[in-house]
């Protein structure tokens, strides 16, 4: 069964701290998509990376880092810096499916708040 | 990328009687899907809606409740019937594109049943 689990409910930083945020996922695919997303307060979803499975690469863009590593089922991301701006649920999720060329339905962890104070 | 509209952005409905949400894509696509966010909670699939065939709906929700429509390639509805309070949410469509990575998900639809 497909799961991902974000662990961290809340989180609350000061304004250039580091935080991680962590996510855990579980699937019996060998082929899946690992994504985050940001809500800010304002309620719309931003697209922030998608992986796949064979890219094990971490990425950085920005503030926003990510570290994928298959032997933990962990996609972790890492905002440096961190801003108020910053302030949101981070969701992040997983798909196992490509139809023809587009993405699939994602599964959703729980989220995590992370509030960052000036 | 794909620009995606709503509609109605909120409502305010009376229980037992029933809502059709409108979304709206800017270019063809094969696949839509429907989400439900309750207050607080994450992001659950209601169902998979795709064009020239019947949706395809997640565990625990049915199409008597939340029947869809999709009678093109760029817009689909979804209807909340018989409202309760629990129903209170909101609700998004999003699309994958074709040769695209991303999925790409509307501004939601926030539905407050009294």
């Known amino acids: 069964a497909q799961k991902v689990t974000q662990a961290q409910t809340e989180i609350s930083v000061v304004e250039k701290e580091d935080v991680t945020l962590d996510c855990v996922y579980e699937t019996r695919d060998t082929t899946y998509y690992l994504f985050w997303y940001k809500q800010p307060p304002s309620g719309e979803l931003v697209f922030l990376i998608r992986?796949?499975?064979?890219?094990?690469q971490n990425e950085i863009s920005g503030r926003y880092s990510w570290n994928f590593q298959k032997s933990t089922s962990s996609f972790n991301f890492t905002i440096t810096a961190s801003q108020v701006v910053d302030s949101a649920v981070y969701f992040c999720a997983l798909s196992e499916d490509f139809y023809g060329g587009s993405q699939g339905n994602l599964i959703f962890g729980k989220g995590t708040k992370l509030s960052v104070k000036p | 990328s794909a620009v995606i509209s709503q509609k109605p952005s909120r409502d305010i409905c009376q229980r037992g009687t029933s809502l059709t949400i409108q979304c709206q894509v800017d270019?063809?696509?094969?696949?839509m899907f429907w989400y439900r966010q309750q207050p607080g909670q994450s992001l659950t699939l209601i169902a998979t809606a795709n064009q020239g065939s019947e949706a395809t709906y997640e565990s625990g929700f049915v199409i008597d409740k939340f029947p869809i429509s999709r009678p093109n390639l760029t817009f689909s509805t979804l209807t909340v019937s018989n409202m309760s309070p629990e129903d209170s949410s909101i609700y998004l469509c999003?699309?994958?594109?074709?040769?695209?990575?991303?999925?790409?998900f509307g501004p939601g639809t926030r539905l407050t049943v009294t």
């Open positions: 992986r796949n499975s064979f890219d094990e």
């Open positions: 999003s699309v994958g594109l074709a040769n695209s990575y991303e999925q790409y």
């Open positions: 270019s063809q696509v094969t696949m």
